[in-house]
């Protein structure tokens, strides 16, 4: 858009196109309740999206937002939705095919290639603009996608099938009825909401805080994206080994205490000052640590999800976890410029506590399981 001169306003507005992730619970229990003709419940749909998303980005290549705005926009929403209604039906299957003691390897795997994945669809797009016409950039990206095409013809089914519900109702009302009458569903839900705020109260002012401390957008740049992309997938790719001997409860004891503690690296920062060495120790640290901490959380989520009704329970607790990056994070400007830098990242060390608390009550949670 900016290429093709279209106003900033404008551009701007195209931020809300991203909206179905935040909604995407409304339609999951559609994939739930309905198996497609072809390849059963979860790949069944999984190729639907697929075939979905490499129509539509090709037709947003081809798109001119100059010329017709609104059309591009709707394309771009297209993109977004197909895009939703994939990782809906994709954290489902793997929730469904993984057993126990494979999710933490099967959640670092997915969140591996997913980070992969944007770097190549972002960073890579980037570079080929500059050597070729957006047309080519988003056929080439719609072809990519073909990968995940094949693929669905030879990933496994679940070993025992689910049993979809009996009507639509059902389908949207027995999740959130199944969920409540589980022990500590209450307190479940506080957990999503806390285990990983410590995370979101680090990055939440990052950029402001390493400016203030006089380094350059290039640097933040280079060092969040090089360093901190490496270390994110570091850290994921341990967090899914460990969890095979560690076990699911452990792993989110030790990953969420060394989540919480690598805070200090960036109070450490802040004490410091401007130090090259000190920042990219920081990041590094913090990013292996969150990585760890997210692929044992995700682990978690797929073990308290009912195979019935499978994407809709995902769907539905990974929209209520994101409140905590919306809700959290709003306040943290006026905290860090009341109490410091220093100070706020104590004060994110220790939000860990309210998640590492809730946690004791774990084998609550899981009664339902034996």
Known sequence: MVDQKVDLTVIGLFSLVGLPYTFKFLWSPLMDRFVPPLLGRRRGWILMTQLSLIVSILALGYSSPQISPRFTAFLALMVAFFSASQDI????????????????????????????????????????????????VYALIATSMLVGVATCFFAPEPAVPAQAPRSLTDAVVLPFVQFFKRRGAYEILAFIFAYKLDAVIAAALMTPFMLQLGFTKTDIGAVTKGFGLVATLLGTFIGGLAMVRLGLRRSLWIFGLAQGISGLTFMALAHIGHSYPMMVAAITVENICTGMGTAAFTAFLMSICDKRFTATQFALLTSFMALNRVVAAAPMGALAKALGWESYYLVSVFAMVPGLLLLTRYNRWMEVKR
Do not use: K
Not at 107 to 120: D, K, N, P
Not at 121 to 127: F, K, N, V, Y
């Open 89 to 136: 039906v994709i954290d489902a299957y793997r929730t469904d095919v993984l057993e126990e003691e494979e999710r933490g390897l099967g959640a670092s795997v997915y969140i591996l290639g997913y980070r992969v994945a944007m770097l190549v669809s972002g960073s890579l797009t980037l570079i080929l603009s500059d050597h070729m016409s957006w047309h080519s």
